[in-house]
Structures are given as C-alpha cells and as structure tokens.
C-alpha cells in the first residue's frame, strides 16, 4: 500500500479482535503506523494485557490517549446520568475527543477495522483532515481472515473472549445479561463498582445498565 508523504497513519487499537488483526496486516506494510489507544481507564485487566501481547509480537508501541478528566468528573457533568445506547457521552468525551486531539491540525489517514462482512462504517470524523479507510473491506476480508491473522502472528484472541463477546469498559451498557453474569463471576470486584454506579447517586436512577434489571 503506497503512503503519502507528510501526512499521518494512525491505526486504534480497541482491545478487540478486528483491530489487532489489523494491526497484523499493516505493521510492515506501513512502517510509520502511530497505533493508539483510547483507555477510559475502566477497562477490563485481560484488554491491557492483549495490549501488551500486540506491542511485544509486533515489536510497535502503542500510544494510550486519554480525555483531560476521567469517567467520573463525565458523570457528575452530565448530572449522573449514565451512558447509554442513545446517550453514547463516554464514547464522544473519553474516545473521540482525545483522538482528535492526539491528530491535531495534521492530514492523518485512519485505517478502520471494519470487515467486508459487517454492514457499518464505525467511527466517521467530523474533522476533515481525518480521512477513514477500510483495508479489510477494500480486500475483501472476512471473519474468518481475521481469525487466521491472530493464530498465525501468535497473538491469537484476548483472553475475556472466553466470557465476553466484545471490548470496551467492564460495565459497558452493551453487554449482555450473560456477560453481566460472568462479570460478577471474573471479576466480582468490577461487578460491585458497577453496582455502585448504578445505586449510589443522590436522586436516584431511572436508567439501569441492563434496563430492567438491578
């Protein structure tokens, strides 16, 4: 793949799946990859042990971003109201943010990990010298490319794919009700910090993380 000259190339590294493959295939085709990630400093302690199991098979450096103020200085902002499917604030103040920061001014490319059997676009930026490109999708690569990436590099799968489907905070809202099960057994104390969010705010809560469930 030919690169441009004074322009950037930033990969995100979500902690999941479909980015370190990415990051498999492109680590010697562009050498001056700047691979990021955005770490809400909620995650699960098997996303930053992946992290470092890429950086140490790849031999890359990966940059940790993170917003000026944590999760709780967002919370209290937004009046206690927790994150949601139609209130994404954590995604927008602790991911999209920092990036943008992180590029600045500067022409960057970003490389998406999005697969040419998933029907999405994922994050798209407002700002105009952020240009997003899809090198599985333009390659035609699928899941199960994917899969054979990791096995041959020896990064294989993070290890909370055993119990969890997807990356993101230990009490992201698009867990499902299994993986809340298996969260209180993994990681009980994570389970009680998440509990904690939802109970312990002065006016009470009328959004719960799984909606209908304590």
């Not at 690169?3 to 001056?32: F, M």
């Not at 991911?95 to 676009?121: H, M, T, W």
Request: with cysteine; net charge negative; aromatic share 14%.
């Amino acid at each position: 793949m030919a690169c441009q000259t004074n322009v950037r190339h930033i990969l995100g590294i979500s902690g999941g799946k479909d980015s370190a493959a990415l990051a498999v295939l492109l680590h010697q085709e562009i050498p001056q990859m700047e691979y990021f990630f955005c770490d809400t400093h909620k995650e699960l302690p098997e996303t930053y042990e992946f992290l470092e199991r890429i950086q140490a098979r790849l031999g890359i450096k990966i940059h940790y971003l993170s917003a000026n103020q944590g999760f709780d200085h967002w919370l209290a902002l937004y009046g206690g109201y927790l994150p949601s499917p139609q209130s994404r604030w954590c995604t927008r103040q602790m991911k999209i943010k920092p990036l943008e920061a992180f590029v600045g001014d500067d022409e960057a490319i970003s490389y998406v990990a999005i697969r040419a059997d998933e029907n999405r676009d994922g994050y798209i930026s407002t700002k105009p010298n952020i240009k997003p490109v899809y090198p599985f999708r333009d390659r035609g690569l699928v899941k199960a490319d994917i899969v054979r990436l990791l096995e041959d590099s020896g990064i294989g799968y993070p290890d909370y794919y055993r119990w969890r489907s997807r990356s993101g905070c230990y009490f992201c809202f698009f867990q499902r009700k299994y993986e809340w099960v298996k969260l209180a057994e993994e990681h009980p104390d994570l389970f009680a910090k998440a509990v904690a969010y939802e109970q312990e705010h002065a006016d009470g809560r009328t959004y719960t993380w799984t909606q209908g469930e304590t």
